[in-house]
């Protein structure tokens, strides 16, 4: 249903003026208030800055009204709330999002050009949040998008990183971290609430006592304490009132411990201590696996759940919340095992600071958390070194000990006798140095478990969860990931958006299941042409940037054939490279041999300290240089590394795609995100049975998806059964002429070292079975290739993929969370 929200009732108006009149007249006017009385400017000699944040102003004035009212409503009686817990949100930029999703986007546009300013310059002058890695930070996104989208009341809760993920340069071929700045130019999508504020302790020790009824009591004494400080950002649904709230915690030094310092003299004292509390919200670690030891990233993660919890409980009591009931208005999720710590602090908040018996706390504390797990790999798995963990928070210690104790008694009545499965599950893992088990205290503290595709879920049941799940199967479900269609289609896509909407309405934007109503057209030549069309401006669009950003010049009308995410070895990146490398070779033998032409397009970013990933980009680089500059190839064939892939870059990318790389080694990917994206936006597919490909294969038919490789199960029997990488190296002429190209010094002036750990760990380990893959990858292609000849063919698969996306959209993933974990029930907000 479309709902109205243009029109703001006249008591709101009276009450909040001019500015939140959302007639051009009305816009116009604001946006000139703003760049005056907010940025301080005569309009002539406002800068491009100036401007956008004048626009962002005049925007976000059209939230605030939204917004408080629907944090106001979060203190109703019998409201939920859900609670996303996160150590990442990978926003991306607000500006035009807010525009879209308000209704508001020509006014605006017209506002911004009226002023003689190309809106598409203002978008460009904002500095995404870069809040998170990759994958699992962009899905904290989108589920924040769809949460708002739905009307669920909820606030995201994370950290405010003042660096957030590096900006990536390329230099001679290599990775270069730039330190990202995004808050150098100010932020105006957050408002600081410097009343808002939580004591987060960390070390000291603790101490029993009595209390006045003599019950026996812990209080924890910590060596330390820090400030953590909330600023809120406003997150909109689309077309609707609901404004949730994305509450994220700086760490700020304790003012009375610097006054104190300064009384005894100790001003030096005290400004270091203002440093290092600060230290706490720096930087966010650019690693999308743990990180060994870290103790500042494990006091990232406490400082910002305990803020978090205190936040929750002080808003919950300040409505007269009774704490035994809390799980009934809180569903706190937990984005991984990051903010897992807050199962112990949960018992701490209301045992000792609450006075709470152990039996109600933990009641409570079980039936308050779900946790989502996103990975398979056994080194992602968190854990941290027991002596690590005590030192920074010995009465959470004390609490998962305890924890700990009853559970593995709860373990040891449901299998008695079975020792060698008490150890496995305990919380602690003391198979040698001691560790704390991130994802079993977050099993054991849940009331909820779930994997993010259909795959990944069975697998968790099955080998890394196994246990958990034998014992209480009921706390799992599979929640397969989705993405937001607002940002990565109707934002990313306008001219895709409205070709679809010309021929189907604009209801597919809520509800994506109606873009099957275009299965209809795919016989329609017209409209097959207006696809291609489309396509082709976009490429045209991704070509220009491509230029801009490398030099490099690509020909819009080759097959766009992409790969962006983190550079992993699990990603096979470097499969895409062997295959290139066939081609170049086949190329060079027969440089008249029938080849449809291809741009191979790569991004991503490689964790700073991951040798291999940054050689993988070292080696597309140097395989790009050769190929792009050989003219008996290069007509044919060319290859691009996009540097610093981003939110904010993804519109160019995902809408220009023609074909979708998704190899992962089967078994390995949790879900994939990107995945959707490109098909949504009209990409096939060449992929693995891994993560969520096996679902999108099964929705948009085999028939329209580039299937080859192993299976999982064929990965792991072949890994059991002493994987040979020689044997199919041997049997392989094709993949023996890729290796010896790399290995003569061909794509690096003659160093024939510079690739050699890529190309010894593939000839000894290959332990993401490239080889294995290597021969069935390489006959897809040669099908991807065939197809493409035939533009008829191709487009009716393409546009059969977008309209058979709608199960991938976050709406659809949201509202399996809300019935099955969270039992919450969207809420009108009523603009009175
Ligand atoms: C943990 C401890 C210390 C330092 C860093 C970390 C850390 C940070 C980020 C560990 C993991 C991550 C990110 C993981 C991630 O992005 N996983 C991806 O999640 C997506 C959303 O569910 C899935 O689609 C991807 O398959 C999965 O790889």
Redo the contacts with the bound molecule.
């Keep these: 249903m479309e709902k109205k929200v243009k029109s703001v009732p006249s008591l709101a108006d009276a009450h909040l003026g001019s500015r939140s009149d959302m007639s051009l007249e009305g816009l116009r006017r604001t946006f000139r208030e703003h760049v005056f009385y907010t940025q301080g400017r005569l309009p002539v000699v406002a800068t491009t800055n100036d401007l956008y944040m004048a626009l962002s102003f005049t925007v976000r004035d059209q939230l605030l009204h939204r917004w408080i009212k629907t944090v106001e409503q979060m203190g109703r009686e019998n409201l939920k709330v859900v609670s996303y817990l996160s ?2 949100f990978l926003l991306g930029p607000h500006l035009e999002n807010n525009m879209i999703n308000l209704g508001i986007y020509d006014e605006v546009r017209r506002t911004a050009e009226d002023a003689g300013q190309d809106i598409q310059a203002l978008f460009d002058q904002e500095e995404e949040p870069g809040l998170g ?5 962009r ?1 904290a996104a989108c589920y924040l998008d769809s949460l708002a989208t739905l009307e669920i009341p909820a606030i995201g809760y994370g950290i405010r990183y003042e660096f957030g993920i590096f900006d990536q340069e390329i230099r001679d071929g290599w990775q270069v971290e730039r330190t990202d700045q995004w808050l150098r130019l100010g932020n105006p999508w957050e408002i600081r609430r410097p009343e808002i504020t939580c004591d987060v302790g960390f070390g000291g020790r603790t101490e029993s006592y009595q209390d006045d009824q003599g019950r026996f009591r812990v209080r924890w004494i910590p060596h330390r304490t820090v400030k953590g400080v909330a600023y809120d950002t406003p997150i909109l649904g689309y077309r609707v009132n609901t404004c949730n709230l994305l509450r994220l915690w700086k760490a700020e030094a304790v003012e009375s411990f610097e006054f104190e310092a300064f009384n005894v003299g100790d001003y030096y004292g005290a400004v270091d201590q203002k440093i290092t509390s600060e230290n706490i919200t720096k930087v966010l ?1 650019p ?5 060994q030891g ?1 103790a500042l ?1 494990l006091e990232q993660q406490y400082f910002f759940v305990s803020c978090s919890l205190q936040d929750m409980l002080r808003i919950y009591k300040l409505f007269g919340g009774d704490l035994k009931q809390f799980a009934g208005h809180f569903a706190i999720q937990l984005n ?1 095992t ?1 903010p897992a710590i807050g199962v112990a602090e949960l018992m701490r908040l209301l045992l000792d600071e609450n006075g709470m018996d152990w039996d109600t706390a933990w009641d409570v504390t079980r039936n308050t958390f779900g946790y989502t797990n ?2 398979l790999l056994p080194e ?1 798995l ?1 854990k941290w070194p027991v002596a690590l963990f005590a030192g920074l928070f010995p009465r959470h210690m004390e609490i998962i000990y305890e924890i700990n104790r009853r559970f593995l008694d709860e373990v040891r009545n449901r299998f008695p006798g079975d020792e060698g499965r008490v150890a496995r599950m305990s919380l602690i893992d003391e198979s040698g140095e001691r560790y704390v088990r991130m994802a079993h205290l977050a099993c054991a503290g849940s009331r909820a478990v779930n994997g ?1 595709a259909e795959l990944h879920t069975r697998l968790l049941q099955e080998d890394v969860l196994r246990d958990f799940h034998d014992m209480m199967p009921e706390k799992f479900s599979n929640k397969t ?1 989705g993405v937001t269609p607002r940002r990565f289609m109707v934002l990313s896509n306008p001219g895709l958006s409205r070709l679809i909407t010309s021929k189907i309405g604009e209801a597919w934007v809520s509800r994506p299941e109606e873009l099957r109503r275009l299965e209809q057209f795919v016989d329609d030549g017209d409209f097959r042409e207006a696809w291609r069309r489309v396509k082709h401006e976009n490429k045209q669009n991704l070509a220009r940037l491509i230029h801009a950003r490398t030099g490099i010049e690509v020909d819009p009308s080759s097959m766009f054939d992409i790969q962006v995410k983190r550079i992993h070895e699990y990603k096979r990146q470097h499969l895409n490279v062997l295959h290139i490398i066939a081609l170049y070779n086949r190329l060079k033998q027969d440089p008249a041999c029938d080849l449809c032409p291809r741009t191979f397009i790569f991004g991503g970013k490689a964790a700073p300290g991951y040798f291999m990933a940054k050689r993988i980009i070292k080696l597309i680089n140097s395989v790009a240089e050769v190929v792009n500059n050989d003219p008996d190839v290069s007509r044919k064939l060319k290859v691009v590394f996009f540097p610093d892939f981003n939110v904010k870059n993804t519109k160019f990318v995902y809408p220009a795609a023609d074909l979708s790389e998704q190899i992962s080694t089967a078994g390995k ?5 990107g995945n959707m994206k490109f098909s949504m936006n009209g990409a096939l597919t060449v992929g693995t049975l891994d ?1 969520a490909n096996v679902e999108i294969r099964e929705e948009v038919g085999a028939e329209n998806f580039f299937l080859f490789g192993l299976t999982a199960e064929e990965v792991d029997s072949l890994q059991r059964n002493g994987y040979q990488p020689m044997e199919f190296y041997r049997d392989n002429p094709v993949l023996q002429g890729v290796i010896e190209r790399l290995t003569s010094g061909h794509f690096s002036w003659g160093d024939q070292e510079l690739f050699k750990p890529l190309i010894d760990s593939l000839l000894y380990h290959d332990t993401f079975m490239l080889f294995a893959d290597f021969g069935a990858y390489v006959n897809a292609q040669q099908q991807v290739d065939a197809a493409y000849r035939d533009p008829e063919r191709w487009t009716r698969m393409s546009i059969l993929n977008v309209s058979r996306m709608g199960k991938f959209s976050s709406d659809r993933a949201i509202r399996e969370y809300c019935r099955d974990i969270w039992n919450v029930k969207p809420v009108r907000v009523e603009l009175d």
């Design positions: 150590a990442e890695n990759g994958g699992l930070g899905l670690y690693n999308d696996e743990p990180v870290k990233r991984d990051h996103h990975t992602a968190e993010v990931n990917e949790a879900s994939g995100t993560g």
